[in-house]
């Protein structure tokens, strides 16, 4: 056991940690499972409905860094390849759109003084 009180604080909150990123791991898991089940034995829409939920299980690990995001997008890849042979539609991925950006308006710059001749310096 720690002496030092921050090393005794870390220790909690490594503990909190790791029990907050094993439920997310287990939740994937357990999406996965629910995934292989359907593709096994169930209708399409089941496969497409469990698919949807593997994704998002997989998307929230890797966003929380309990997986790493190339993993992620392994699994997902492996995921929809195994719903397509299965005879489930594609699932369509929703991608942020941007609006459209506005150009920026210049500014018309400040009128310009006339310039003042300079007077000649004598040698």
């Given amino acids: ?51 949807r939920a593997a994704v998002s299980a997989i998307d929230v690990a890797a966003k929380k860094a309990v997986i790493h995001k190339n993993k992620a997008a392994r699994q997902k890849a492996t995921l929809a390849k195994q719903a397509k042979s299965a005879g489930a539609k594609p699932t369509a991925v929703k991608k942020a759109v941007k609006a459209p950006a506005k150009k920026a308006v210049k500014a ?16």
């Fill in 1 to 51: 056991m720690p002496i030092i009180k921050s090393a005794k604080k870390r220790v909690k909150v490594a503990a909190k940690a790791n029990l907050r990123n094993n439920r997310t791991k287990r939740s994937m898991r357990e999406a996965l499972k629910a995934f292989a089940k359907a593709v096994a034995g169930g209708t399409p829409a089941e496969i497409a409905k469990a698919e």
């Fill in 108 to 123: 018309k710059p400040a009128a310009k003084k006339p310039a003042t001749k300079k007077s000649i310096a004598k040698k």
